[in-house]
């Protein structure tokens, strides 16, 4: 993924493609209603710009959405799924939770460090890996678990981590 290029004004403030996507999700919401597709539009952004959101960035999504500034900063800033300084090529989001601290995470959060040298909000010096501590995401009945990317890896094993972590290239 390169990084974001934006552009002139409101109606070329993005790529085309992007603009494209942003507008199917604001065509869900009722006229006058565009900024409820906001967080649509911060993923799509933040797909489009290597993984995280610039300053400029959501700046530019709020004139697009016709919405205050600091309502755009509010929300990337509220959720652990937006970032906004670069990360790796992957992301792993490892829940420490109660379900999954009682059924191992720190062991599977031990080895991780472990193994990539790095700790919570830290990147591997070859740009590969980020790994980020995170709040429970719903897959309790899998514990412990983490999202490798976007995708849920349940009932962990310091062998299925790994496996994984020999997966990224
Ligand atoms: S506590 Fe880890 S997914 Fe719910």
New binding site residues.
């Given amino acids: 993924m390169s990084e974001l290029q934006l552009t002139g004004d409101k109606d070329s403030l993005f790529t085309a493609d992007i603009r494209a996507q942003l507008d199917m999700w604001i065509a869900k919401y009722p006229e006058g209603q565009q900024q409820s597709a906001v967080i649509p539009s911060l993923h799509i952004l933040q797909d489009a710009n290597a993984g995280w959101l610039s300053k400029d960035i959501m700046k530019a999504l709020a004139v697009y959405l016709d919405m205050a500034e600091i309502s755009v900063f509010e929300v990337a800033t509220f959720y652990g799924m937006y970032e906004l300084s670069p990360v790796g090529k992957h992301k792993i989001n490892v829940?420490?939770?109660?379900?999954?601290?009682l059924r191992g995470?720190e062991e599977i959060v031990e080895h991780l460090t472990d193994k990539l040298g790095i700790g919570f909000g830290e990147t591997t010096k070859d740009g590969l890996v980020t790994l980020k501590e995170v709040?429970?995401?719903?897959?309790?009945c899998?514990?412990?678990?983490l999202q490798l990317n976007r995708d849920y890896h349940e009932n962990l094993t310091t062998e299925k981590v790994d496996a994984l972590l020999d997966g990224l290239s």
Avoid at 135 to 140: F, M, S
Avoid at 142 to 145: D, F, T, V
């Fill in positions: 829940c420490t939770n109660i379900s999954c601290m995470s709040e429970c995401l719903g897959a309790c899998g514990a412990p678990m």
